[in-house]
């Protein structure tokens, strides 16, 4: 079964500057997707990027890219120019055949 | 487009009591997935429907669990009855096909069990 693995619970940055969130996951599959959803205090999962594996090239949204490391199964997340509006719950995801499975998370504080 | 809705918003019930939650996907969304979100955790997956049939409902407690989709539409999840392990969020979240594209996910019911 794929398992994903997210090891900070907490980490803070100050505005303005870069944070790398770590996530690492195991699986057997060839073909899959990696996802990292923010949870606000609102609850509401928002999906921030989303990686297919058998891209090689990173994704990027506007502040928002990823590391991909298909051989080390690593999947970081780097925020750059940090915003208070960036504090929230940040979960890795992994996606294959209709399987959906979350890291535990890493909550990110933004500090002023 | 309308998000996910779900309510209510929270839930506090006694442990033994029933309690139901509401869900009403994205419209034209056939998919529909229910996780359950306990304090310092990542969603878990409960149920899955397509349309109204269920895919997968491997990980849903069917002594006291059980979650239902009429017309392919809205769902209900119901504990009955609930005990303090119950406590957590509940999400729910729909997709227009099980798909690599990720889902959309509602605010979630906070349930807590005392």
């Known amino acids: 079964a794929q398992t994903v693995t997210q090891s900070q619970p907490e980490m803070s940055v100050q505005e303005a500057e870069t944070v790398t969130l770590s996530c690492t996951y195991d699986?057997?599959?060839?073909?899959?997707?990696l996802f990292w959803y923010k949870q606000p205090p609102s609850r509401q999962m928002i999906l921030v990027i989303r990686?297919?594996?058998?891209?090689?090239q990173n994704a990027t949204e506007n502040r928002f890219s990823v590391n991909f490391q298909k051989a080390a199964k690593s999947f970081s997340l780097k925020i750059s120019d940090s915003q208070l509006g960036d504090t929230a719950m940040y979960f890795c995801?992994?996606?294959?055949?209709?399987?959906?499975?979350f890291g535990a998370g890493t909550r990110l504080t933004v500090k002023p | 487009e309308a998000g996910v809705a779900q309510s209510p918003r929270y839930k506090i019930i006694e442990k033994r009591q029933s309690v139901a939650f509401w869900c009403n996907p994205i419209?034209?969304?056939?998919?529909l997935y229910w996780y359950q979100q306990i304090l310092g955790q990542g969603p878990k997956l409960l149920i899955q429907?397509?349309?109204?049939?269920?895919?997968?409902d491997s990980q849903l407690p069917k002594d006291r669990f059980s979650a239902e989709r009429l017309k392919g539409v809205d769902s209900t999840l119901k504990i009955q009855p609930a005990k303090l392990e119950d406590s957590a969020v509940y999400l729910c979240?729909?997709?227009?096909?099980?798909?690599?594209?990720?889902?959309?996910f509602g605010s979630g019911t906070r349930l807590t069990v005392v």
């Open positions: 429907f397509q349309n109204n049939g269920v895919v997968d």
């Open positions: 990686q297919e594996a058998y891209k090689q």
């Open positions: 995801a992994f996606y294959n055949n209709n399987d959906m499975r």
């Open positions: 699986t057997s599959e060839n073909n899959y997707y």
């Open positions: 979240a729909s997709s227009l096909t099980a798909n690599e594209r990720g889902y959309t």
């Open positions: 419209s034209g969304h056939a998919t």
